[in-house]
């Protein structure tokens, strides 16, 4: 059995040296239903990113076990909070179990940003909630119409989500993105500042600042959740994008073939500082978790990620919902993010991953 701190320890990343015999895997969520949007070989895109595997220093990191992971949830109930990259995880983990057995969809609101899916054979039920802050985030409305801006409540928790968290066995929380554009922080009914928006006589406290709030904020309402006792909550670190001679729309784009070397990613910009944060405010929380009622852990992904920008749709998927913009944020499916639930069953296996 491989251990907690053995396999997702940050110290453990190393960077795949070749293809291998990768490259002779059969890809059996190819054709998962319930993910079009981001099946980039159904749009087009060549088959190379499916073949580079993350491989751990020290440890061999086993591929999915679709009838393995029903095993282990049989009876039980996990959600995935957050924003679409929590989505991606959720419709890789959907695809990944549909190999084994059909689920239902039991519930899904208009916009599809709540759903449940239900595989009655295991009586697992398994859910994603959209909560791009955690806390209660407000789009800021000019002229009738919804800005890309949000006003953010740091202290007063979205229940749409923590209202759901009775009766759940484990729960997935991720985020970040959405703190990278002009929103503006409120605490006690009032304004206090800023994030991104470089105005005078308010405080721009700096996306780290903002993500630290919200994170504490919600790890303290899971730990004080009425009949939670025994809930696993873990909490996917950041993942970074990867567009190149631009952004989202003016143009860029990420037509990487291979993953980056190592010597190419950033270790100490933002995004290593939002890893650090929220590493930090889970070493927090189980602190004051002191009657180990609940369970803390991280899905340390960061690195691992930070070099396949060979990995995002980019120009292939499904535009509809981006104007024609090539999609460098989020993960083909199949493809990299895959990973993510390889780590999460490795924590489901191992109880000293909640010690």
């Not at 088959?47 to 491989?55: D, M, S, V």
């Not at 995935?80 to 995880?89: E, I, K, T």
Request: with cysteine; hydrophobic share 35%.
């Amino acid at each position: 059995m491989i251990a907690h701190d053995e396999a997702i320890s940050p110290s453990n990343y190393s960077f795949p040296e070749s293809f291998s015999s990768e490259a002779s895997f059969e890809i059996s969520d190819r054709n998962a239903p319930f993910a079009k949007t981001r099946n980039c070989q159904m749009y087009g895109k060549p088959p190379g990113y499916l073949y580079w595997r993350w491989k751990p220093d020290e440890c061999d990191m086993p591929r999915f076990e679709s009838k393995s992971f029903l095993d282990l949830v049989r009876g039980k109930k996990m959600a995935f909070v957050g924003d679409s990259l929590a989505r991606n995880q959720f419709d890789s983990l959907l695809c990944l179990l549909s190999q084994e057995e059909t689920p239902l969809d039991v519930y899904h609101d208009p916009f599809d940003k709540f759903r449940t899916m239900h595989f009655p054979t295991s009586n697992f039920t398994l859910m994603v909630m959209w909560s791009e802050f955690y806390v209660q985030g407000i789009p800021i409305i000019i002229n009738g119409t919804a800005t890309a801006s949000f006003d953010i409540h740091l202290d007063i928790i979205n229940t749409k989500w923590t209202s759901q968290l009775p009766g759940l066995d484990y729960l997935i929380i991720s985020g970040g993105n959405w703190f990278f554009r002009v929103n503006y922080l409120h605490e006690n009914g009032s304004r206090i500042g800023c994030v991104n928006c470089r105005e005078e006589n308010l405080k721009d406290y700096g996306i780290a600042y903002a993500i630290r709030r919200v994170v504490r904020k919600a790890l303290e309402s899971i730990i004080s959740c009425q009949n939670c006792d025994g809930l696993v909550t873990l909490l996917r670190t950041y993942t970074t994008s990867h567009f190149e001679n631009g952004s989202w729309f003016n143009g860029g784009d990420c037509n990487r073939t291979e993953p980056l070397d190592e010597r190419e990613i950033n270790l100490e910009g933002i995004e290593w500082e939002v890893r650090k944060i929220q590493n930090e405010e889970i070493e927090r929380i189980k602190m004051m978790d002191k009657d180990a009622k609940k369970h803390f852990g991280i899905l340390d992904v960061t690195k691992a990620m930070m070099v396949r920008a060979d990995g995002h749709p980019g120009a292939f998927y499904n535009k509809k919902w981006f104007n024609n913009a090539n999609d460098c944020l989020h993960w083909c499916l199949p493809g990299p993010v895959d990973m993510w639930n390889e780590m999460l069953m490795l924590n489901l296996i191992s109880s000293s991953s909640f010690d």
